[in-house]
């Protein structure tokens, strides 16, 4: 049993177990999503094997090995004052209405670490609108409602077809996607098969650019 943050689970692990269970077809895996709060209890409590999560980990009783390098980055319609811009500022971006990821959300932990550190009181940011899932934003960005931050890994469709705009932050917004499991925990072999399965999945490919 795989827990997954939402990010992951909605956009980055459906493939990687796909292509796995053509490989290994008798081996049958089972997807929880929540956010990452969620998948971190489940596998301290013994309620997946393993978990892939986005953002920091700290506790320490638990194995974090990073597979994978992400970027946060602005999103907003298409023809929005930011829009033609090809790096945006923190401060430009929160001068418009924000669309935010829920509590316990690894991307708004990380949005939050990130304002943290250029002294920006998250509790000042005009929140217009919470949801628990990056479909959910993507929409309400697109009619018009605000402006949002969110992975490059979610909006590869918008990207392409031109329905969304996508401006990198300077500085950028980095994270990582870590699988995490218990340190004392027995592997089974399929755990160890599917864990070597997802590193060279990711090994292999290469993130979509953000702009």
């Known amino acids: 049993l795989i827990g997954a943050s ?7 692990i459906p493939g990687i177990i796909g292509t796995f269970q053509s490989s290994y077809p008798d081996v049958r895996i089972r997807l929880h999503v929540a956010n990452t709060n969620g998948i971190i209890h489940m596998v301290e409590n013994n309620v997946v094997d393993i978990g ?9 009783n638990l194995v974090k090995e990073v597979i994978w390098n992400d970027e ?17 500022a923190i401060g430009e971006v929160l001068e418009h209405p924000f ?4 509590e316990g959300s690894g991307t708004r932990e990380v ?18 609108m919470e949801f ?8 309400a960005v697109t009619a018009g ?3 949002s931050i969110l992975s490059v890994a979610t909006i590869e469709k918008e990207l392409a077809l ?9 500085p950028p917004i980095r994270r990582t996607f870590s699988i995490v499991n218990q340190r004392q925990k027995f592997r089974l072999r399929a755990m160890e098969e599917f864990l070597e399965f997802a590193r060279e999945h990711c090994a292999n490919r290469r993130p979509p650019a953000p702009s």
């Not at 031109?162 to 300077?170: D, E, R, Y």
Request: glycine residues 10%.
């Open 162 to 170: 031109g329905s969304l705009a996508a401006i990198p932050l300077s």
């Open 145 to 147: 409602l605000g402006v």
């Open 6 to 12: 939402t990010t992951i689970g909605e956009y980055f």
């Open 111 to 128: 949005v939050e670490n990130y304002l943290s550190k250029r002294k920006v009181d998250s509790d000042n940011v005009d929140i217009i």
């Open 52 to 60: 892939i999560v986005e953002g920091p980990v700290n506790n320490k």
């Open 72 to 88: 946060l980055v602005t999103i907003c319609p298409v023809g929005h004052p930011l829009s033609g811009r090809k790096k945006v």
């Open 132 to 139: 628990g899932s990056p479909e959910s934003i993507k929409s």
């Open 99 to 102: 669309i935010s990821r829920e």
